[in-house]
């Protein structure tokens, strides 16, 4: 890199920007973060045999198995077409599997297979090794404000599309 120009970056992120401007430097500064991570995502999924995608599938379902192809899909903000494809494949690759609803068999729920569980023990210590580091700057309480500010900008775009 340039001599300076890391410090010419930062002033473009937020550092010393006036008032009226740094609503569009955060978000500038935050789609560089997302375009970042996402690159170094899909290098920790590539040597794991996955795509970020199916690493991300594996990361929901982590929170929560049972949910909806739909839910999934809004969750990763995925059409319900590109998931549907992307579940097929990893079901057929053993990691992840469908069982119908027991309230509704016309619904399907989607559950991490035994050899999915392992693939993600494989990764998650790698993976929360990487978020730590990038949020190693954060106390936990602003990690928390991090958060709440987040998603109070993504209610925002929510309550824009209703």
């Known amino acids: 890199m340039e001599p300076g120009r890391k410090n010419k970056l930062r002033i473009l992120s937020g550092h010393d920007v006036p008032a009226e401007h740094r609503g569009h430097a ?15 995502g899909g290098q920790l999924a590539k040597r794991h045999g996955l795509s970020l995608p199916q690493l991300e599938v594996l990361l929901c379902l982590n929170h929560g198995e049972g949910i909806s192809q739909q839910d999934l ?32 068999q016309r619904f399907h729920r989607l559950y991490m297979t035994p050899a999915g569980k392992q693939k993600l023990g494989e990764i998650l210590p790698e993976h929360m090794a990487m978020t730590g580091r990038v949020l190693k700057g954060l106390t936990q309480a602003e990690q928390k404000t991090l958060h709440e500010l987040l998603c109070r900008i993504d209610d925002t775009f929510n309550e824009d599309e209703d």
Do not use: H, W, Y
């Not at 955060?26 to 170094?40: E, K, V």
């Not at 319900?80 to 069982?99: A, D, F, P, S, W």
């Open 26 to 40: 955060a978000l500038t500064t935050l789609i560089r973060i997302f375009g970042r991570m996402t690159a170094r």
């Open 73 to 104: 899909a809004e969750r990763l903000l995925l059409t319900k077409g590109n998931i549907c494809v992307m579940v097929q494949k990893m079901e057929g690759t053993g990691l992840i599997e469908r069982r119908s609803d027991p309230d509704d």
